[in-house]
């Protein structure tokens, strides 16, 4: 049985997450939907014309985490791309039969799964791969309580719609084993 992967967002890592609002607002068009501090990274997610979703991290903490290191190593860019799955286990499995090692694998929360491709075997991209579920009775309402969404221009109008994300791979061969059709 399949997986069932979905595309849910794509990160982009800054040095401050303000730094990427006035494009993802004033020229894209996104409307905030949530976000907060998670650990080593505070996150934001804006939505799109058919619901899509762009995600802006920034590094949390003393330098060594692993926005730093990204940041230190790349800049600016696309840091991750998240897939949802209905069932993680057996996407760890699949990912595993592939070839590929699965880092950061965490199921200890029942309403949050996921795990981690490396981006040296995924060109150069994390991707994550996370099975959600509905969160237990008034974590909504409490879930990072208090912060508030980075000042933004007024949206452009009409959203953008988000299609997805090209990249390319170093052969043909390559390509349909790190994206299968």
Known sequence: MSPGYALDHIALGLHCITDGVPFLVGELGGRFKDGGPSGNFTGGQWTFADGEKLE???????????????????????????????DIVAAAERVRRF?????????????WKELFVHPKQALGIVIQLAEEHPLPEGMAETWNAGWEAPKSPPPAAPPAR???????????????????Q
């Open 99 to 111: 070839g590929y090692d699965v880092v950061g694998y965490n199921d200890d929360f029942p309403y």
């Open 162 to 180: 988000i299609t997805g994300l090209r990249l390319t791979a170093r052969s043909p061969e390559a390509a349909p084993v790190v994206w299968p």
């Open 56 to 86: 802006l991290i920034e590094p949390l903490g003393e330098p060594g985490g692993f926005m730093h290191r990204f940041l230190a190593a790349r800049g600016p860019g696309i840091h991750h791309v998240t897939f949802k799955v209905t």
